[in-house]
């Protein structure tokens, strides 16, 4: 009875939830076999599958976007924890100044794109610079930092954005920390490296995880950086997929509808099996 | 310009759409009569017109001059709803899918592949320019088809836009006027020239110009898809476009994702030439103050690709004879006069000069185009039609494989 009342009263909010989510994932399943596809069809319910395996680039594209939003991710997980421990450490009246930070979670990715395309493009701010301070001759000789292959303008942007996001998590979970417990463990001999690692980080580890989580699903399907930044070779998945269902053949809509399917079904699949490999790492901690 | 402005189609039977044109004809006198009707029941009403809403000059246009035009001559309350062809086109495949039977849109503005969309899914309305007595002032021939796919009546023409060059004559007095001067001046001048990625419309386009000029011209082409003919000639395209390739901006190893990427590149001066499908988008990039004063156009005289953009009405849309009444008054020879003038906007005209009376001829012979853009003549002489969408798809497929990808 109690089970029915708690969905009952949730219907209001799951509704919607089925109804367009559930929706939304249903036609885009379908559609990627070529099903429901208006008045197109299709011989072989596999043929977008086959169409996408039967060449390298869409691999290739995958891997670029797995590999911009790991490093991303890692490195502001690392530079943002960091940063958020100092913080924390910083006698009480220094915290509210150390607001600054949060001005990048404001912006939205798109204005980050764009600051990114003014300051450092051949003939950006920086560039200008340093023409001016007679650094450089002219703008062809001012080193190449967008568009590369290497993804450094995508990684760099996603870090920007994303550090902010991990300090505000991890400082948030820090301040319920007793910092006592540093202090003791100091006085017991314990370097502050020793007390960082044995104390601190086992606090924080199901809040970094939550946020390596969110933040590499969010950058692996991210649309607006790789869309202003990026490549045209490989290329993020996203911009594939968008190429797919916008500028080509309709007919072709099952392929982009095939990635969409194949990129959620690994995001579903990942933090699944992150969860679980990170739950079990946290109980033996504790057995320890 | 419009995003779907550019993309093409099959050629199906000729015959039936030339007899599809003479049926409209008979019927013009008709079409007085019942357009009388038209106007009548759109007193009053509003008309919602989807449209691309990336160019604050048209939506200007549009917003004063149509607006209140066809509010004083006809009571309709013109609403523009920003947004891309190919959204709009997905909006309506949804509300047919769902069965609904009166929809949001009243007119769109649509062309190229997103009309072949909509008409294969059955998703608009017609035929309608038998209903316009504006049409009449249109050479039908010219409308025949829309990027190869046969129009029959299912859209009024609206506009026409060719592919022009841009580039600064401050600093660059004699720009490269055909695909082999534009080869070596490319590698005299490395990382100073380069291309949207195709499926950019415009960068699509150029590649399609590319391959008219390299393999002997448009006329072979013009019978719907060869693949003979294709397998035979696109290798030179590609040959071409890879020599250039490591004389590219960024040594050729990216493209730039549109042609907005393109002209900002090109505002900033880091290429020297650029491309607009637009013959006068350079003017108003000038009169926005976005170009310098000394940018200039020229056509390539290997030849330059133009095409119709046009209006079409929703299956389900509410209002039908407004909308019906307003593509009438956008194809009306003031409209386009004014539509012609680069102060409003600059797209030139759909209509056949020669059917308009002689005082409307010499208006339009007067307009002031601006320097930057090229004259009338000019830009028919080296007019081209655009290619069937078997080929076009073909190209920018394989322009993947051959040139992007390549090592």
């Known amino acids: 009875m109690r089970r029915i009342n708690i969905i009952l009263s949730l219907l209001p909010l799951l509704l919607p939830f089925l109804a367009i989510i559930g929706g939304g994932l249903l036609i885009t399943g379908l559609q990627s076999f070529g099903l429901m596809m208006f008045s197109y069809e299709y011989e072989d319910v596999l043929f977008a599958y086959k169409q996408l395996f039967s060449d390298t680039w869409f691999l290739e594209s995958a891997v670029f976007s797995l590999y911009v939003a790991l490093t991303a991710t890692l490195i502001s997980i690392v530079i943002g924890t960091l940063f958020a421990y100092l913080i924390w450490k910083l006698p009480g009246k220094y915290h509210s100044r150390a607001v600054i930070y949060k001005i990048p979670l404001i912006l939205p990715h798109i204005g980050v794109g764009f600051i990114a395309v003014i300051l450092i493009s051949k003939t950006g701010v920086f560039s200008s610079i340093a023409y001016q301070l007679n650094l450089i001759d002219s703008f062809e000789d001012f080193p190449n930092l967008l568009y590369t292959r290497a993804g450094i303008d995508l990684i760099l942007a996603y870090i920007y954005k994303e550090t902010p996001f991990v300090m505000v998590m991890v400082y948030a979970i820090l301040s319920r920390f007793d910092k006592r417990i540093i202090d003791t463990a100091g006085m017991l001999g314990a370097s502050q490296m020793r007390s960082f690692f044995t104390l601190v980080l086992p606090f924080i580890m199901p809040v970094l995880n939550t946020t390596f989580i969110i933040l590499f699903i969010f950058s692996f399907g991210g649309f607006d950086l790789p869309f202003v930044l990026g490549d045209s070779y490989p290329g993020m998945i996203t911009i594939r997929i968008y190429e797919y269902f916008f500028q080509k053949d309709m007919a072709l809509r099952p392929i982009a509808m095939a990635m969409l399917t194949l990129v959620f079904s690994f995001s579903l699949i990942f933090i699944f099996t992150y969860l679980k490999f990170s739950s079990r790492l946290e109980k033996e901690v504790r057995k320890l | ?407």
């Open chain 2, 1 to 407: 310009m419009p995003r779907f402005l550019f993309k093409q189609m099959k050629i199906i039977l000729r015959l039936i759409t030339a007899i599809m044109v003479l049926f409209c004809w008979a019927n013009l006198s008709q079409a007085d009569e019942s357009f009388d009707k038209l106007v009548q029941e759109s007193r009053g009403t509003t008309v919602k017109w989807f449209m691309w809403g990336g160019s604050p000059t048209i939506n200007s246009w549009v917003d004063t001059y149509v607006s209140e035009e066809v509010k004083q001559r006809y009571d309709i309350t013109l609403k523009r709803v920003p947004a891309d062809a190919a959204i709009f086109v997905n909006k309506l495949l949804t509300e047919k899918q769902t069965g609904r039977k009166r929809g949001t849109m009243d007119l769109l503005w649509i062309n190229g592949e997103n009309f072949k969309n909509a008409m294969e899914n059955e998703l608009l309305f017609g035929p309608i320019t038998s209903k316009l007595p504006s049409f009449q002032y249109v050479d039908p021939a010219t409308v025949e088809f829309d990027f190869g796919y046969p129009v029959q009546g299912y859209e009024a023409p609206y506009g026409r836009a060719q592919f022009v060059f841009e580039y600064d004559s401050g600093n660059l007095p004699e720009p490269p006027q055909s695909f082999a001067a534009l080869k070596s001046w490319v590698k005299e001048n490395p990382g100073k020239f380069t291309y949207p990625s195709p499926p950019d419309f415009t960068g699509s386009a150029f590649i399609r110009q590319a391959f008219y000029a390299l393999t002997g011209g448009h006329e072979q082409y013009m019978q719907g898809l060869d693949q003979e003919l294709y397998q035979q000639n696109a290798p030179k395209l590609w040959e071409y476009l890879n020599e250039i390739k490591p004389y590219l901006w960024q040594k050729g190893r990216t493209y730039p994702k549109d042609i907005a990427a393109l002209d900002t590149l090109f505002e900033r001066g880091e290429v020297a030439l650029n491309m607009s499908y637009h013959q006068a988008n350079a003017q108003s990039k000038i009169l926005q103050g976005r170009y310098k004063n000394s940018v200039r156009t020229f056509v390539i005289e290997d030849g330059s690709i133009f095409n119709t953009h046009f209006t079409a009405v929703p299956f389900n849309a509410p209002n039908k004879a407004g909308a019906l009444v307003v593509a009438n008054f956008l194809l009306s020879p003031e409209a386009q006069l004014h539509k012609n003038n680069p102060e409003n906007w600059g797209d030139f005209t759909a209509l056949d000069l020669d059917r308009l009376d002689p005082k409307m001829q010499s208006r339009f012979q007067k307009l002031d185009l601006g320097e930057a853009t090229l004259s009338l003549s000019a830009l028919a002489e080296a007019a081209v039609p655009e290619i069937p969408s078997g080929y076009l798809e073909l190209l920018e497929r394989d322009w993947e494989k051959f040139v992007l990808r390549s090592k």
